[in-house]
């Protein structure tokens, strides 16, 4: 699709019935090109993004359904499967270069450091992977989690790492301390199937709910409410390039955008004034539930001499 703010400007480019079954994930190449999807039928398509062209297939790519795919470089990628199977494959070679079935659930996100070498894995049973895959090997598991991991990012400028989980929990893991997590935070959430990171320190996550939240990470705080698909699971988030709009998609069968721009200047300080438990989100656009008009003043520290850092933010900080 082509999408645009002015009414009427959005249009469909080009489809593709390729797949024989339902198409479980699609990402961009690095340099924008193409488009890669993987799909219920266990195999993996490699499009042009300019006219939807089949450019490459992998049959049977995995043993049983794929379920997420990432392209690390312009030509390494890799997909994970429902049984926990990850493979890494090389397109110069036509091949997989890594193969790996170290967790027992399926693989629901992936995510990768600034150098390409370090894979994260989260998985459905509660456990992160961790593969070097410039040597191609399986380093390590993390202890399992409660619930389902359904999403990884990393933050911190690559020091730390931030998975969500089916039970409306993240938890952070330090780099290169992955064996066991190093804080966690409770949302008022009924899952985090899906994270995006706008800044260093702000994600936006989705859940089951229909909620799109903003979340800062140590301190560890729910800044509030971006938007919503009334009553819909959120299945993807986006963030365009320049952090100004985020994208969205839930099963109400829709894609929206909303203005995210005015996280990447807020700054979030240790002390938090006490606030009300089960109060709503505070609204941080124009079309998010709620009024906004007080977001910035409930942030502000209103007695900046006397205040004591409330530390680095622990499960005491997880109300929203």
Same mark, same amino acid.
């Given at each position: 699709?082509?999408? !645009?703010?002015?009414?009427?400007? *959005?249009? #469909? +480019?080009?489809?593709?019935?390729?797949?024989?079954?339902?198409?479980? /994930?699609?990402?961009?190449?690095?340099?924008?090109?193409? +488009?890669?999807?993987?799909?219920?039928? %266990? &195999?993996?398509?490699?499009?042009?993004?300019?006219?939807?062209?089949?450019?490459?297939?992998?049959?049977?790519? =995995?043993?049983?359904?794929?379920? &997420?795919?990432?392209?690390?470089? *312009? =030509?390494?990628?890799?997909?994970?499967?429902?049984?926990?199977?990850? %493979? $890494?494959?090389?397109?110069?070679?036509?091949?997989?270069?890594?193969?790996?079935? #170290? #967790?027992?659930?399926?693989?629901?996100?992936?995510?990768?450091?600034?150098?390409?070498?370090?894979? @994260?894995?989260?998985?459905?049973?509660?456990?992160?992977?961790?593969?070097?895959? %410039?040597?191609?090997?399986?380093?390590?598991?993390?202890?399992? #989690? *409660?619930?389902?991991?359904?999403?990884? $990012? @990393?933050?911190?400028?690559?020091?730390?790492?931030?998975?969500?989980?089916?039970?409306?929990?993240?938890?952070?893991? *330090?780099?290169?301390?992955?064996?066991?997590?190093?804080?966690?935070?409770?949302?008022?959430?009924? !899952?985090?199937? &899906?994270?995006?990171?706008?800044?260093?320190?702000?994600?936006?996550?989705?859940?089951?709910?229909?909620?799109?939240?903003?979340?800062? $990470?140590?301190?560890?705080?729910?800044?509030? &409410?971006?938007?919503? =698909?009334?009553?819909?699971?959120?299945?993807?988030?986006?963030?365009?390039?320049?952090?100004?709009?985020?994208?969205?998609?839930? =099963?109400?069968?829709?894609?929206?955008?909303? /203005?995210?721009?005015?996280?990447?200047?807020?700054? $979030? /300080?240790?002390?938090?004034? %006490?606030?009300?438990?089960?109060?709503?989100?505070?609204?941080?656009?124009?079309?998010?539930?709620?009024?906004?008009?007080?977001?910035?003043?409930? @942030?502000?520290?209103?007695?900046?001499?006397?205040?004591?850092?409330?530390?680095?933010?622990?499960?005491?900080?997880? !109300?929203?």
């Amino acid at each position: 699709y082509s999408y !645009s703010c002015t009414e009427g400007d *959005n249009r #469909q +480019l080009w489809s593709s019935g390729h797949h024989l079954k339902s198409c479980r /994930d699609v990402a961009f190449s690095q340099d924008g090109q193409k +488009l890669f999807t993987v799909s219920k039928d %266990k &195999c993996i398509h490699i499009l042009t993004v300019e006219e939807g062209r089949l450019e490459t297939r992998f049959p049977k790519a =995995h043993g049983s359904a794929i379920n &997420c795919v990432l392209p690390i470089d *312009n =030509h390494i990628f890799a997909t994970g499967d429902d049984n926990g199977g990850l %493979k $890494v494959w090389d397109l110069r070679k036509g091949d997989a270069i890594l193969e790996a079935r #170290q #967790q027992e659930e399926y693989i629901s996100s992936m995510a990768v450091d600034g150098n390409g070498k370090i894979l @994260l894995t989260a998985s459905g049973d509660g456990t992160l992977g961790v593969f070097n895959v %410039k040597r191609r090997r399986f380093d390590l598991l993390s202890e399992p #989690q *409660n619930g389902d991991l359904m999403s990884v $990012v @990393l933050l911190k400028r690559g020091k730390k790492v931030a998975c969500g989980s089916s039970e409306g929990t993240i938890y952070l893991f *330090n780099w290169d301390g992955f064996g066991a997590a190093s804080d966690r935070f409770a949302l008022r959430a009924e !899952s985090v199937d &899906c994270m995006v990171p706008v800044t260093d320190s702000i994600v936006c996550v989705g859940s089951l709910d229909g909620v799109i939240r903003a979340v800062n $990470v140590l301190p560890n705080r729910v800044l509030g &409410c971006v938007g919503q =698909h009334l009553g819909e699971p959120i299945e993807q988030l986006a963030v365009a390039p320049g952090g100004q709009l985020l994208a969205s998609c839930a =099963h109400d069968q829709k894609v929206k955008f909303w /203005d995210v721009s005015a996280l990447g200047t807020m700054v $979030v /300080d240790d002390y938090r004034r %006490k606030k009300k438990k089960g109060g709503p989100l505070r609204a941080l656009s124009a079309k998010a539930p709620g009024t906004g008009k007080d977001f910035f003043a409930d @942030l502000r520290d209103e007695d900046e001499t006397g205040a004591a850092a409330a530390g680095s933010g622990s499960d005491s900080d997880s !109300s929203d």
